[in-house]
C-alpha cells in the first residue's frame, strides 16, 4: 500500500522503486504482435482482444510493447462486433499512449505515443484534440524540421561517409511515401476540382512510375491508386477508374503473395534494409492477409464504382481477387 505514496515521494515510477523492468526483445515484441493478429483473424473477437489486454496489463512498463498494443488496437477495432467495443478499445488504447507519453524515458517512444495519440483521437470524433497536440510540433516553421538533414551532415563532416550515405536513403524513402501519403489526401480533399485531381494524378504517377513504388511500397501505391480511381470515377473517367482498379489490385496481390517481408529495399535503396530490420514491426504486415482481401474487396465495392460494375474489366478486377478468399 505504501509504494505508491513512495514512489510519488522519490518522483519515480514503482516499477522503478522496486527495480522492475519488464521489457521484451523487439523479436518478441513481433512475435507476440503477429500472434495476435493471428487470433483476430480466427478466434472470437472477444477472446482475441482478452488476449491482447492480458499482454497489455503484463507488459504495461514495457513501453515499446505497449506502443505495439495501440497499433494493434487500431489496426482491428473496427471488427468489432458492437461499435461500443471498438470506441472502447480505442479509448483504452488512447489511456496507453498517456501513459507511455508520461512514464516512458526514451524521447522517440514518447513522441511516438502522441503521433498515435492522435490518430486516436480522430478516429474517436475528436480531431481538436488531435490538432492541439500536433500544431506545434508539425509546424513546418519549426528548426526540428532539418533533423534529418543535419544529421547527414553531422555524419558526413565526422569521417562516416556510411551512416550518411544510409541516413540520405532513409529519408529520402520516408520523404517519398510521406509525399505520396499527402498527396492521396489532397485527391480526397480536392475530389470536386476536375484539373486539379488530374494534375494531381499525372504528378504523382509520374513519380511512381520514376521510384517504382508498385514494388517498393505496395501498401501505400495502392492507397493512392484507390483514391485516384475514385476522383476519376467522380468526374465519369470511367476508363481512366478502371485502370487506376487495375494497378490497385495489383498491389493488393503483391501484398497477399509475399511470403513474409512486405517492405523491402531495392537497387536505388540499398541501404535501407537493415533499417527497416529494425523498426518496430520489421517487414511484417501490421494486419492479418484475411484482412487485406476483405478491405480490397469491399475498396472495390465503393459506391462511386456501381456504374462499371457491368463491365467486363470491372469483373475481372473482382475475380482475381475473389481466388484469394
Not at 514503482?14 to 495476435?36: C, M, N, T, W
Amino acid at each position: 500500500m505504501l509504494l505508491p505514496l513512495l514512489a510519488s515521494f522519490f518522483d519515480v515510477t514503482v516499477d522503478a522503486l522496486i527495480g522492475y523492468e519488464p521489457q521484451l526483445s523487439k523479436e518478441e515484441i513481433r512475435r507476440i504482435y503477429g500472434s495476435l493478429c493471428e487470433e483476430f483473424a480466427t478466434l472470437p473477437f472477444e477472446q482475441a482482444l482478452s488476449h491482447a489486454r492480458e499482454y497489455a496489463h503484463r507488459y504495461y512498463s514495457c513501453y515499446p510493447f505497449l506502443l505495439q498494443i495501440t497499433v494493434l488496437y487500431l489496426n482491428h477495432f473496427m471488427l468489432a462486433p458492437e461499435k461500443e467495443t471498438g470506441m472502447t478499445m480505442l479509448e483504452e488504447a488512447k489511456r496507453y499512449c498517456i501513459h507511455i507519453s508520461k512514464q516512458c524515458e526514451e524521447l522517440g517512444t514518447r513522441q511516438d505515443a502522441v503521433s498515435i495519440e492522435a490518430i486516436l483521437c480522430m478516429q474517436l470524433g475528436e480531431p481538436r484534440k488531435a490538432i492541439d497536440m500536433l500544431e506545434t510540433i508539425a509546424d513546418p516553421m519549426r528548426v526540428s524540421g532539418q533533423d534529418d538533414l543535419l544529421l547527414i551532415q553531422a555524419y558526413q563532416q565526422a569521417g562516416e561517409t556510411e551512416m550518411a550515405k544510409s541516413h540520405t536513403q532513409i529519408r529520402a524513402y520516408l520523404h517519398l511515401i510521406s509525399l505520396i501519403s499527402v498527396e492521396t489526401a489532397a485527391l480526397a480533399l480536392h475530389a470536386e476540382e476536375q484539373v486539379r485531381c488530374e494534375q494531381t494524378i499525372a504528378r504523382v504517377l509520374a513519380v511512381m512510375a520514376a521510384y517504382q513504388l508498385d514494388t517498393l511500397h505496395p501498401n501505400v501505391a495502392a492507397q493512392f491508386y484507390f483514391q485516384a480511381a475514385v476522383a476519376d470515377a467522380m468526374h465519369g473517367k470511367q476508363e481512366q477508374a478502371l485502370s487506376m482498379l487495375g494497378s490497385f489490385v495489383g498491389c493488393v496481390k503483391r501484398l497477399l503473395v509475399c511470403e513474409k517481408n512486405y517492405l523491402a529495399g531495392d537497387d536505388y535503396f540499398e541501404h535501407i534494409d537493415s533499417w527497416i530490420e529494425q523498426l518496430p514491426l520489421g517487414d511484417m504486415l501490421p494486419r492479418d492477409r484475411s484482412f487485406l482481401i476483405t478491405n480490397a474487396l469491399q475498396a472495390l465495392s465503393y459506391p462511386v464504382f456501381a456504374g462499371m460494375k457491368d463491365t467486363a474489366e470491372y469483373q475481372k478486377l473482382m475475380e482475381q481477387l475473389l481466388q484469394y478468399t
